[in-house]
Each structure stands twice: as structure tokens, then as C-alpha cells.
């Protein structure tokens, strides 16, 4: 069974950094390519970054929506079947509910991890 299993959320003041993680189960995880998405109430779900499938263990080519590129980093480690979205300069904007997926086909989304950006 496809799990997708988000951590790492919280309450940050802005300017912050979180780093959050997406733990993935039931499918060759090295062989798809991983997006982070976020959704904010009454907004569609936005990609917000995404990394191919490399050869190695991590890695990958890595692309960034235009309102996070240079803050946020992205990356995997598919030993650990795991993808990460370091989060730095947070602004109260980024507020929203993350989630994590395969880019293509995507599969069962998972709870997400709840990201609030506030002073």
C-alpha cells in the first residue's frame, strides 16, 4: 500500500527556517521523480518544488515555484525512501498546509504537515 507520511511543520516567525521531510512507502520510490505541494483554504494546490530521479542515492535536477526559488531547497535521500524541503526565509505568505508526492502519476496524498509563518 502507497504511503506518503509529511513531518516537520510548525509555528515559525518570519525570516525562520524549517527543514520538512516526507517518508514514502509501497513503490520503487528511486525511480519517480518528487514534488512538495502546498494548499492554503480555498486556493487549488500549488507545486512548489520538485527533484528527479538520479542514479545515487541523492541528488537529482531540482526545480522551484518563481515564490520560493532561492529559499527553499529540495532533496532526497532514496536510501531512507525520503524527501526533504529545506524552508529558509519564511514569510507569512508560505503559510499553508505542505504536502508531499510523486510527480507523475501521482498517488494517494497523505495528511500533510501544517506550516505557519507568524510573528
Known amino acids: 500500500q502507497v504511503q506518503l507520511v509529511e513531518s516537520g511543520g510548525g509555528l515559525v516567525q518570519p525570516g525562520g527556517s524549517l527543514r520538512l521531510s516526507c517518508a514514502a512507502s509501497?513503490?520503487?520510490?528511486?525511480?519517480?521523480?518528487m514534488a512538495w505541494f502546498r494548499q492554503t483554504p480555498g486556493k487549488e494546490r500549488e507545486l512548489v518544488a520538485s527533484?528527479?530521479?538520479?542514479?545515487?542515492?541523492?541528488?537529482?535536477?531540482?526545480d522551484y515555484g518563481v515564490s520560493v526559488k532561492g529559499r527553499f531547497t529540495i532533496s532526497r535521500d532514496n536510501a531512507k525512501s525520503t524527501v526533504y524541503l529545506q524552508m529558509n526565509s519564511l514569510k507569512p505568505d508560505d503559510t499553508a498546509v505542505y504536502y508531499c508526492?510523486?510527480?507523475?502519476?501521482?498517488?494517494?496524498w497523505g495528511n500533510g504537515t501544517v506550516v505557519t509563518v507568524s510573528s
Open positions: 508526492n510523486r510527480v507523475f502519476p501521482r498517488t494517494n
Open positions: 509501497g513503490f520503487t520510490f528511486r525511480t519517480y521523480s
Open positions: 527533484i528527479s530521479t538520479t542514479g545515487g542515492t541523492t541528488g537529482g535536477s531540482t
